[in-house]
């Protein structure tokens, strides 16, 4: 079986965040994890060629890596593209779902890619893609290619996919009508009484739409108005005084900018692990814009810049932090009286 | 209230002159049952036919099921408030053909929109094993109505019918010892012997005013629900004729022999013998016309189930199509909400077979959910000889090769609990 | 994504408002121009 494999910047060994810009590069052959992927397949399998793309160029660029990645499997003959595992890398994840559903749906070939369930990739391509659920352990790295290489060598060979359970890929969210032995009523039963006695069980569907937002009314008179700039982009003052996390945030911060025109590289720092951070540490107006927002104030443009900026991190951030922090946020800026909010996200 | 069930098992059906159950062989007599047919002066000609389990033949569209089942004289009516009086039902001694069933056709499709041949009763082939109906002998009773009667007076025709037809069936037992007899435990909100048990309600919709019923509409104790708020019922009264479905039989997935064999009733009976729970109650409720009523009704129903059954524990199904479900799920987010955990059961709405699509609420404490599926089914199934329908045209229909979705066999897909197609998360 | 209605794109993740290969005349020019954006959001009721 003939591979094709897609790393970013870091797994293709060629650094870590500052390389995240590097473009697109076709290497002979497996790379880094790719060779794993190699010898787990087994039965002669080769990665005939890896696909080496920095993160942001990936993103920022998709199109063109995409036309260049089907180009060249177009003119090489693959069985299966495999792309990653991305972890919780959300700009890797994304890359990976793209060009993995772009290769099924453009050239036919099976595609299969691994990555945490809260990566971004997963919403976006979880319904097309078969995304082996990775969790966020990189130390597992040899079990998740395993997985990838027994649902790849599935795929490729046109066999029929178990469970998500059965073969540790994230359920792509859809049904399959199927004759079990316990009529509806027990199952019913059944499930009413586990519950009851606390113990375990197992909806037979998750409830997965969420309560759409209705759009809250448009400011009605923005010189009168009271703005408040938040991010999620990680921006901390020097010395990170509220210990904001870099991962999966727990916490969040409000950071007084008053009298200020302009946000000062030496005053602030970036507690956030899935970006390089230079530009923003260089001028952190970049990620908080907070001059173009005194002149927009100062212009009467609004009416009020609150004294604060609102800062946590937004990088591998679980439904069940994000909520809980959002809600909380919200309970400060109601309470300083604010009508609308800029939030900056990385 | 104390009901004794008296099952005479069934083994085959034949036709002949005299009714007459000889060990578990039961002679038709069709002139017998051609009188009490055409008892309803709407129906101006009925034949019979009798079908068993892997015989390769089709019957339809099918307008309900109903298992024979007469109470032993002076006991009960049968069917009350519909056939008789409107005594309790759920008292005294009912015979059971168990084995078998009456199975009325109708002359149309009950809705062209859904789909041309309505529900079909397949008793051979890859359906079998889906529907609990292909192991049982029917009589097929084919009516013939007046021709220009309004839809309504037809079914309602049909109903009354095919409730006679199965009532005298087994009128035939009632002199015979039954193998067994069946008595239930008592239940109820103040039986005693049964502390620590956890308290569990059956909460099941009977209607839905997605339609409005006819005037004359025989739903409970032959009332047509019109106005009625939910109501506390014996679960023996959901097993002894109380209830009925509703005449539009496109609602779907309902059928009389699931009330008098209610799949939940009978599981959480087991359970209740079995000293696992304690069985108080149930309430029979109506999905709302609009989002008022609808508040009005799931208020009411919750209140029964906290104040008057005391539950701690409820399982609650559903009437009928999409609507239903925000009912449903409302009832039971207002037993959470009063610390009385739920579990319910959905019908198969997702068009797509997405995930998105197939729940029709979304509320987190109503987490534990039985979901019947069935729209991603369907069936090639083969020409046959043997169809039996009520109109040349149907038997055309009918006789295929033709495809059929797994909801249009009848008891695949089911309200009531019976159906074990689920779909699962992929 | 979830949740969001009004959303203006921004110039890159490593600099959602600014642009780290142009001049800082330029830079602060484009800052206020995605700025603006984001205040004309604020004031529609179309969601982005």
């Known amino acids: 079986m003939r591979i094709a494999h897609y790393l970013n910047q870091f797994f293709g060994g060629i650094g870590a965040e500052e390389h995240a810009g590097k473009d697109l590069e076709i290497r002979d052959g497996a790379v880094g994890p790719g060779k794993l ?136 969210g859809w049904l399959r009508d199927q004759l079990v032995d316990k009529s509806a009523a027990r199952r019913l039963v059944d499930m009413l009484l586990a519950k009851i006695k606390r113990e375990p069980f197992e909806s037979e569907m998750p409830a997965t739409a969420f309560a759409p937002v209705p759009i809250p009314a448009a400011v009605k008179d923005l010189s009168k108005a009271k703005v408040v700039l938040v991010t999620d982009g990680g921006l901390v003052p020097k010395g990170n005084p509220d210990r904001i996390e870099g991962t999966a945030a727990t916490r969040w911060g409000a950071y007084d900018i008053k009298g200020r025109n302009d946000l000062r590289a030496e005053d602030y720092e970036v507690s956030h692990g899935g970006y390089d951070t230079r530009f923003v540490q260089e001028d952190p107006d970049r990620l908080v814009p907070l001059d173009a927002m005194r002149e927009m104030e100062k212009n009467g443009v609004i009416g009020k810049l609150h004294d604060e900026f609102l800062s946590t991190c937004g990088r591998s951030n679980p439904l069940s932090n994000t909520r809980r922090l959002g809600r909380e946020m919200v309970e400060k800026i109601k309470k300083e009286g604010i009508d609308a909010v800029i939030l900056t996200s990385t | 209230m104390q009901l004794t069930l008296a099952p005479h098992p069934i083994t085959d059906l034949q036709f002949g002159p005299n009714a007459r159950l000889d060990g578990t062989v039961l002679t038709v007599d069709v002139a017998a049952l051609r009188q009490v047919v055409l008892q309803e002066a709407s129906i101006v000609d009925v034949e019979f036919d009798i079908v068993r389990p892997g015989e390769p033949c089709r019957a339809g569209p099918i307008f309900d099921v109903i298992e024979p089942r007469a109470k032993e004289p002076g006991t009960g009516e049968d069917f009350p408030g519909i056939l008789g009086a409107p005594l309790t039902a759920g008292t005294g001694t009912t015979h059971v053909l168990s084995g078998a069933a009456v199975s009325v056709l109708a002359e149309i499709s009950p809705d062209l929109t859904r789909s041309a041949t309505g529900r079909v009763l397949e008793m051979s082939g890859a359906p079998v094993t889906a529907s609990d109906y292909a192991a049982l002998r029917h009589l097929i009773v084919i009516p013939h109505t007046k021709p220009g009667l309004p839809r309504p007076a037809v079914e309602k025709a049909y109903r009354i019918a095919g409730l006679r037809v199965a009532v005298e069936l087994a009128r035939s037992s009632l002199n015979h010892t039954p193998a067994t007899c069946e008595s239930f435990d008592p239940v109820g909100p103040a039986e005693s012997g049964r502390d620590g048990l956890p308290r569990v309600v059956y909460v099941g919709q009977i209607f839905s005013r997605q339609r409005k019923p006819e005037v004359d509409e025989p739903i409970l104790y032959g009332a ?68 008022f009523d609808r508040d009005r009704h799931c208020r009411a129903a919750a209140n029964l189930v906290k104040w008057n059954l005391r539950a701690d524990g409820a399982v609650l199904s559903k009437y009928g199509g999409g609507l239903p479900h925000a009912d449903l799920a409302e009832t039971a987010r207002l037993l959470e909400g009063m610390g009385i955990r739920t579990a319910v059961m959905v019908s198969d709405v997702s068009r797509d077979r997405r995930i998105e699509s197939a729940l029709l609420f979304n509320v987190p404490e109503v987490d534990a959910i039985v979901y019947n599926g069935g729209n991603g089914v369907r069936w090639e199934l083969p020409k046959l000889e043997r169809i039996i329908a009520a109109t040349p045209e149907f038997t055309k229909l009918l006789t295929g090769p033709l495809t059929v979705d797994a909801a249009n066999i009848v008891g695949v897909t089911n309200q009531q609990g019976a159906s074990r197609m689920r779909s699962l998360v992929y | 994504m979830v949740g969001s209605n009004r959303v203006v794109l921004g110039t890159g993740i490593v600099h959602v408002t600014g642009d780290a290969k142009l001049p800082p005349s330029e830079e602060k020019e484009l800052r206020r121009k995605l700025v603006q954006k984001a205040l004309d959001a604020l004031q529609s009721n179309e969601k982005l």
């Open chain 1, 37 to 172: 992927l190699e010898s787990l397949m087994g039965d002669n399998a080769q990665v005939a060629f890896t696909f080496v793309c920095g993160d942001n160029y990936a993103v920022e660029h998709q199109d063109e890596l995409t036309a260049a990645v089907l180009k060249k499997l177009r003119d090489s003959k693959v069985d299966l593209f495999v792309a990653g595992p991305c972890f919780d890398a959300g700009r890797y994840g994304v890359a990976a779902g793209a060009l993995c559903r772009a290769v099924q749906t453009e050239l036919g070939i099976s595609a299969v890619t691994a990555m945490n369930e809260e990566n971004p990739g997963v919403d976006l391509y979880r319904d097309t893609v078969y995304i082996v659920d990775s969790g966020i352990n990189v130390t597992k790295l040899r079990d998740i290619v395993a997985k990838m290489a027994a649902l790849g060598k599935k795929l490729a060979a046109g066999e029929a996919i178990g469970s998500p359970g059965e073969e540790g890929y994230l359920r792509r």
């Open chain 2, 224 to 291: 047509n629900t019109e106005g009625m708020l939910p109501i506390m019922l014996h679960p023996d009264e959901w097993l002894d004729g109380a209830i009925v479905p509703s005449l539009h039989s496109w609602f779907g997935g309902t059928e009389t022999y699931f009330y008098q064999n209610h799949p939940i009733i009978l599981d959480l009976y087991r359970r209740h013998h079995a000293r696992e729970i304690n069985f108080v109650g149930t309430v029979a409720t109506i999905a709302g016309s609009d989002n």
